[in-house]
C-alpha cells in the first residue's frame, strides 16, 4: 500500500513538472502542492480555475496561485481562523460576565456605604456604630474579594488576548505577502493582481509606468545600503504623493517602480511621467541618519499604453522595452512604447 502511495505521488510529479516548465511556473513549494493537486484531477474546481487562468493569461499569475493555494491547500488556516473567533467569543462572554458580576458588587457596596452614611448622621450609639462597623467591614471584605478575582481574570484575559493577537499578526502576515515590506506599496504579487483586473476592462485607457532610479547600486556603495533602502522609500512616497488617486503604484524589485493609470492615454501618461522625473530631479535628498545630502537622484522611466487586446505580459514586455531604451539613451529621461 505504501509503495503503491509512492508510485501514485511519483506520477502526479512527472506529470505536474512539464506543465509547470511549459508554463513557465516558479518552482516555489506552493506551486508544486497546487500543480501536484492539478495533475491529481481529485479537485475539479481547482482544475477549473487553473484551466480559465490559462487561456485568459497564458499561465498562471502569482496572485490566483495564492489564493488556490490558501483556499484548497490550506484548510488547517481555516480551522485556525474559526478556532480564534471562538477563542474571542469565549473571552468576550467570560469578560462580561466577570464585569456584571464586579459591577453587581460596587453598586452593593455603593449601597451599604450611602446606608451607613445616612445612619452616622443620626448620631447612633456604641451598639450601634459596632453593628454598622461589621456591616461594613463584611461588605468591604466581600467587595475586595470580588476585586481580586476580577483583577486576576482580567490579567488572564489580557494573556490570551496577546497570545491570540500573536497568532492573528502571523496569520495576517501570510495574507500580506502582496505588500512590499520596505515601502508599504504593492509588492510583484500586488502588481499582478492590479494589473490582471484592470485588464479585463482596458480599452486603450489604461497606462503603465516603469519608473527605475538611476545608478541605485552606486548609491549603496557611496552612501551605504542603508541610505540606499532609505532613498526607495523616499521615492516610493514621493511618487505616491504626485500620482493621481486612481494610479496604483508598486514596487517591483530593487529601485525599480510600476505605477498603473486607468483612463489615462500615451500622451497624459508621458506628461505624467515627465513631471515625476522632473520632480524627483528637483529634490535636494538628505540622508536622516547621518545628515548627509546626497547627491542629485534621477529616475528614468518608461511609459506604455495597452493597445487592443493586448495581454498583461504583452503590456510588461513593451514597458521594459521602452525603459531599456530611456536608459540607452541616457539616464533621466522618459521614453514611450508604441
Not at 534621477?298 to 521594459?320: D, M, N, Y
Request: aromatic share 6%; net charge positive; charged share 25%.
Amino acid at each position: 500500500m505504501f509503495q503503491k502511495g509512492i508510485k501514485q505521488a511519483n506520477q502526479r510529479m512527472r506529470s505536474a513538472i512539464p506543465l509547470m516548465l511549459k508554463l513557465n511556473i516558479p518552482p516555489t513549494p506552493e506551486n508544486y502542492g497546487i500543480w501536484y493537486e492539478y495533475a491529481s484531477n481529485s479537485t475539479p474546481k481547482l482544475n477549473q480555475i487553473v484551466d480559465k487562468a490559462i487561456r485568459r493569461f497564458g499561465s498562471l499569475p502569482s496572485f490566483v496561485s495564492s489564493d488556490l493555494y490558501r483556499e484548497f491547500l490550506l484548510p488547517v488556516e481555516a480551522k485556525k481562523a474559526k478556532s480564534h473567533n471562538q477563542t474571542l467569543t469565549t473571552l468576550s462572554s467570560t469578560l462580561g460576565s466577570d464585569t456584571q458580576t464586579a459591577l453587581t458588587q460596587l453598586t452593593a457596596f455603593s449601597t451599604k456605604l450611602t446606608q451607613v452614611s445616612a445612619e452616622l448622621k443620626q448620631e447612633p450609639d456604641n451598639g450601634q456604630l459596632e453593628q454598622l462597623t461589621v456591616m461594613l467591614e463584611q461588605s468591604a471584605l466581600e467587595t475586595n474579594t470580588v476585586i481580586k478575582q476580577y483583577s486576576q481574570h482580567l490579567l488572564e484575559v489580557q494573556k490570551e488576548l496577546a497570545t491570540l493577537k500573536v497568532a492573528l499578526s502571523k496569520s495576517s502576515g501570510k495574507k500580506s505577502d502582496e505588500t512590499d515590506l520596505l515601502t508599504s506599496l504593492a509588492n510583484v504579487k500586488g502588481f499582478e493582481r492590479y494589473l490582471f483586473a484592470f485588464n479585463q476592462k482596458a480599452e486603450d485607457d489604461l497606462s503603465l509606468l516603469l519608473i527605475d532610479i538611476d545608478d541605485l547600486a552606486g548609491i549603496n556603495k557611496e552612501y551605504g545600503e542603508k541610505a540606499g533602502a532609505a532613498l526607495i522609500r523616499y521615492v516610493g512616497k514621493l511618487l505616491q504623493a504626485k500620482l493621481p488617486p486612481h494610479c496604483v503604484l508598486a514596487r517591483i524589485e530593487g529601485g525599480r517602480f510600476a505605477a498603473l493609470l486607468k483612463e489615462t492615454e500615451l500622451s497624459d501618461a508621458t506628461s505624467l511621467a515627465n513631471q515625476l522625473q522632473d520632480h524627483v530631479a528637483s529634490q535636494k535628498i538628505r540622508y536622516k541618519n547621518t545628515q548627509t545630502l546626497l547627491r542629485q537622484v534621477t529616475v528614468t522611466i518608461g511609459v506604455v499604453t495597452v493597445v487592443g487586446s493586448e495581454s498583461p505580459k504583452q503590456l510588461i514586455e513593451r514597458a521594459q522595452k521602452s525603459l531599456n531604451k530611456s536608459k540607452r539613451c541616457r539616464k533621466n529621461t522618459v521614453s514611450h512604447y508604441e
